[in-house]
């Protein structure tokens, strides 16, 4: 017996959140689709996805939980589990980063690399911060200060260990350019080439000593493995790569696919191709650098407030229609605009209006004409022809897009021959042959075919929406149905099930676009936190006056900050630098009179002397200048 073909998919591993968005969903229900497709298609699958769990804002995380970093992680992997068995993902493993085999089989690579002189010691530069012991690149510092605790930080070094990229950069090179299919979109590779080729590759750094929570270096204990060599390497660790058992290694490498966000693409189409190709094992057949769905054009995030958790679209509408619109909407390669009222129109648009209610109809007729048995179609007209040749095209083509990896498309296409069908009905009107004893042989061949119909694109389906077509299935009765038999005419007969069952219940579009209006409303109003009370002699130590702005320019290193000259009477004149100047323009905010605290302690901010603070109001959003119009010198009480 031949073995069957296989077929690896991973996804990225997800650093440990407890707010998966609906964006995150993404990738992982594209990747679950795909291997449902390719397991219904007969490949020996392999779906690979998990978590991300060392580094340094894991350990602070904890810290600040008052728990070890596993004992704070476990439990949000345990929901991230959850919320994948809620959007039906069927993966093979999960693995994670602190897995023991991971671990020992991140060692060994770290150990090999150094061993063959491709590793070397060297050491890092950036800003640190001393209290929380963290190192930070020049653009994460806010106003020159540690972004976490707002407290100095200096530039220090450290002894860290460099891959060295650069020394394979030629051969990378030559290896795009004979498997351009490695890159995909292949419109990606410009943009990797022209933006991290061309300049030059530079060493990277993979381990530090400031990082406490992650894999010992054996080499050098002080020291532990730096993100990028920990991540990747999850794809061959998974597998038992360098263990005891490497037989999964051995059947499923190289991975067939890894899909990941574009803002990845590159790490995993240059130093995981590069550490690939220090390692001396085959780099993987394709990676695909996905777009992002976004909220408005804007990025999801919980702190935009635009965040729900996807299991509440799951309750609400279905889990079909969250993969469905995921898997629909967004045209694969480029960026996707989500809102719940889009993925509500799209579920009832389609998943209702063309599918439900075509398996609705043809049930219910099956039941009203002939007690719901249907037997084989015995005379075709060309009507019946040119739909069942339509009908017989459909696998082929969905498969050349899923193949593309253009998912929207190989829905679409499938769509279009349930409206094929929806059609037909109108054209053959069953209702009318029912009237006649002598149509009723034809108004059977009628139902048969749209039946049988139902049944190859519910095949088609079934990876993208599988518990409705599960559903399609039983209501049926055709629980065997696969790819193996969906040619036209592989049932011999219908018997279906007496009652309907509602595939989508319609929602109210009008209703929830009144209801999401009031919720954003309500999100929008400003959140009022009351700080602990006072006393008045506390208020009163604030001395607040009204001053006149005399001059105001952006200041040299900060794009946000002004730095302002001000009247606050009596002819002295104070330097003030304010986070305004994305609300303000300088040439604005002269001539205003607004409120100064006089008696604020001098500070320097990024190098530049401020000495008082301009009074705003904000909601988190905006920020307003308060103003005055009583003379300069007045006093605020
Ligand atoms: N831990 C790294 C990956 C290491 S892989 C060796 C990481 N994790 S992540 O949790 O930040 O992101 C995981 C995946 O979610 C990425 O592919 C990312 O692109 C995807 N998405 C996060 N937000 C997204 C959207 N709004 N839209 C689509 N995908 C998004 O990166």
Redesign the pocket.
Known sequence: MSENKTYYI??????P?DN?????????VTADALARYKKLKGYDVYFLTG??EHGQKIEDRAKKAGCTPKEFIDPIIDNAKDLWKSLDINYDKFIRTTDEEHVACVQKIMQKLYDQGDIYKGAYEGWYCTPCESFWTESQLVDGKCPDCGREVKLMKEDAYFLKLSKYQPQLEAYLKEHPELMQPETRYNEMYNNFLKPGLKDLCVSRTSVKWGIPVTFDPEQTVYV?VD?????ISALGYLSDDDSLFQKYWPANL???????FR??TII?PIMLMALNIPLPQKVYG??????GGG??SKSKGNYKDPREFVKDYGVDAVRYFLLSE?PFGS??N?SELLMVERRNSDLCNVLGNLVNRTISMANKYFGGTVSKNVNLTDLDKEVIAYLEAMDKEVDEKVEALNIPNALSLIFDRLQRLNKYIDETEPWKLAKDEASLPRLNDVLYTILEGVRLCAVELEAFIPSTVANIYRQLNVEGSSFANNQFGNTDSYKVVEKPEILFARIDEKELAKKLEEAEKEAAAPVIEHLPEIGIEDFAKVEMTVGEVKESKKHEKADKLLVSKIDIGNGEIRQIVSGIAEHVKPEEFVGKKVIVVTNLKPVKIRGVDSEGMVVCAENGKEIEVITSSLPVGSKLR
């Open positions: 991973t996804t990225p591993i997800y650093y959140s998966f968005h609906i964006g995150h969903c993404y990738t992982t978590s991300d990028w991540a990747l390497s999850n794809y890894h899909l990941v966000g574009k803002e990845i790490f995993h995981w996905h777009g992002w769905l976004t909220i990025k999801i967004v960026d996707g989500f």
